[in-house]
């Protein structure tokens, strides 16, 4: 009799597993922003395995303290933090959601809002990423995001 439940219980853990996997795998991270290039005609990025050991890296120095520092290494970078269970899709949309203060005429930020993670999400050169996510002694989960060939030169269009 206690193999049956044992069994259940295995069969029910993996199945809950796979489902908080499924949230933040590579492809849930690549798949959220081609999204947004697509909807401004710039070319997917690709799941970059070089990306990942360094998202990797810096999640866990973050992981101490979730704060939101750049790493000022390489590569462009997207840093989210947030007190729930953030997945790869939440992640990828804050900086998508920047979309509304990014004006294209002037290839500017529309008044003291923030829209550089929205152009470093789109940036037409770049054409990979690796993520990683972490998390904080405090229940947060940090996120982070590196591109390659980085993006936001400064007097450059995303697209």
Known sequence: MDIPKLSILSVCLMVALQLACAQNSPDDF??????GRAQVGVPPLVWDETLVAYAKEYAKVRSKDCEMKHSTGPYGENLAAGSWDMNAKQAVQIWLDE??????????CIGNEMCGHYTQAVWRDSTKVGCARAKCPNGWTFVTCNYDPPGNYVGERPY
């Open 99 to 108: 979309k509304k203060f990014y004006d294209v005429g002037s290839n500017s």
């Open 30 to 35: 690549v798949k959220a922003h081609n999204a």
